[in-house]
């Protein structure tokens, strides 16, 4: 590769952390998972929950301050990528196959843009999630699963986990270009997993439903805090970031002949998509 075009590459890509001879993960001798979307909600719940459980980490997001923290925290090691850049994930990718193995996967990273109808529909918003939520997980299975393969060789196995949601199985009105991406996305996975059949390579997907984080509902909606809040307004106990957290970290430590093609997870409150209770939940009597 000429010189000046890894620099024109690394443009959208910035290291977190790197000290010579420091490879990317914690330092332990550990099976190592890439996260993405690491600098809030899920994807840095996630990060958390690895490294508690004694996992090497690398976190991926846009926001390299806010990786830099988390890396503080946790001891995990960041690099920073815009995943809608083709050029910043070859980039990722070379410097990870460069500092270390990949085991697992775990794509979090995504998110909504607006609540148009069908009709009025911002064409920009609708492309920029079909890239942020498709095109990304694409790129970087195509990019990591040589980097999988060779980990699953030497290991017995390597692990692919994408947080999808259940806007990807029912459609409700305003949701029209998340419900398509997402849709999409899960499809995708559900293709993958056929087509490593044969390979030692779970393929997972996680589902959640109405879930409480500090930054997806309120960049749906464009900054509108009170709007944001008004969605979570009186449900009692919406899921957690920690929750999804949880779960994928299950999918990843579970006896490798176990593989959880579709995990569904809603709060209690939330019985369908288009069901949500508002208010104390309390048992019925027949008084």
């Known amino acids: 590769m000429r010189p000046d075009k890894r620099g024109e590459m690394l443009r959208n890509t910035r290291m977190i ?10 330092g332990m001798v550990n099976r190592r998972a890439v996260v993405t979307g690491a600098s809030s909600g899920i994807g840095e719940a996630t990060v958390r929950a690895l490294r508690a459980q004694g996992w090497d980490v690398v976190g991926v997001a846009r926001r390299a301050e806010r990786l830099a923290v988390l890396d503080e925290q946790t001891g995990s090691r960041s690099i920073a990528c ?3 850049d083709a050029d910043a994930v070859s980039s990722l990718v070379d410097e990870l196959r460069r500092t270390g193995p990949v085991h697992a996967l775990v794509q979090v990273a995504g998110g909504a843009r607006g609540t148009d109808s069908v009709e009025g529909g911002s064409v920009d918003d609708w492309q920029w999630m079909y890239d942020a939520n498709v095109l990304s997980t694409q790129r970087l299975v195509a990019g990591l699963l040589p980097l999988l393969r060779l980990a699953a060789q030497k290991s017995g196995h390597a692990d692919t986990v994408f947080v999808t949601s259940t806007a990807a199985q029912v459609g409700y009105p305003g949701g029209g270009g998340y419900n398509a991406a997402k849709a999409a996305e899960s499809m995708l996975v559900k293709v993958l997993r ?10 997972v997907e996680v589902a959640p439903g109405l879930v409480h984080t500090e930054e997806f509902t309120l960049n749906r909606l464009r900054g509108d805090r009170i709007a944001a809040e008004a969605v979570y307004s ?9 929750d999804v957290a949880d779960v994928i970290a299950y999918a990843l430590n579970a006896p490798r002949r176990v593989n959880l093609d579709l995990v569904t997870m809603r709060p209690v409150a939330q019985s369908a998509q288009h069901l949500l209770a508002r ?3 309390q048992v019925r009597t027949d008084d």
Do not use: F, M
Not at 194 to 203: F, H, M, S, Y
């Open 17 to 26: 952390g790197l000290r010579a001879g420091t490879s990317y993960g914690g």
């Open 82 to 84: 815009d995943l809608t």
């Open 194 to 203: 056929q087509e490593l059949n044969g390979e030692p390579i779970r393929v």
């Open 234 to 242: 009186g449900v009692p106990e919406p899921l957690l970031g920690e």
């Open 279 to 281: 208010g104390p939940l």
